[in-house]
Nanobody, 114 residues
Framework: QVQLVESGGGLVQAGGSLRLSCAAS????????MGWYRQAPGKERELVAE???????NYADSVKGRFTISRDNAMNTVYLQMNSLKPEDTAVYYC????????WGQGTQVTVSS
């Protein structure tokens, strides 16, 4: 079992920045990919960014150039630095970790006001 705890969400004005963190605990050995999905009201959950254990990152087109994902394997933590935020980035952001099975965090709300 892998437990994921997210932090860093909140309310920010358009153009602002937020940094999300997700700390993994439990059976953390050999966690492969970690990353973030988001789900806005009335929409499906979508991948925002993910990063492999070796540091290879993948981003949704909508966030490329604005968001940066990073990972500290020693601290078992993944980060999402979100800059130039837009109202359409408003969503609940969910951290995930993959180790055969995909584990999920509880979600953190990000609200961007116009």
């Amino acid at each position: 079992q892998v437990q994921l705890v997210e932090s860093g969400g909140g309310l920010v004005q358009a153009g602002g920045s937020l940094r999300l963190s997700c700390a993994a605990s439990g059976s953390i050995l050999s966690i492969n990919r970690m990353g973030w999905y988001r789900q806005a009201p009335g929409k499906e959950r979508e991948l925002v960014a993910e990063i492999s254990s070796g540091g290879r990152a993948n981003y949704a087109d909508s966030v490329k150039g604005r968001f940066t994902i990073s990972r500290d394997n020693a601290m078992n933590t993944v980060y999402l630095q979100m800059n130039s935020l837009k109202p359409e980035d408003t969503a609940v952001y969910y951290c995930f970790a993959t180790k055969g099975y995909r584990y999920w965090g509880q979600g953190t709300q990000v609200t961007v006001s116009s």
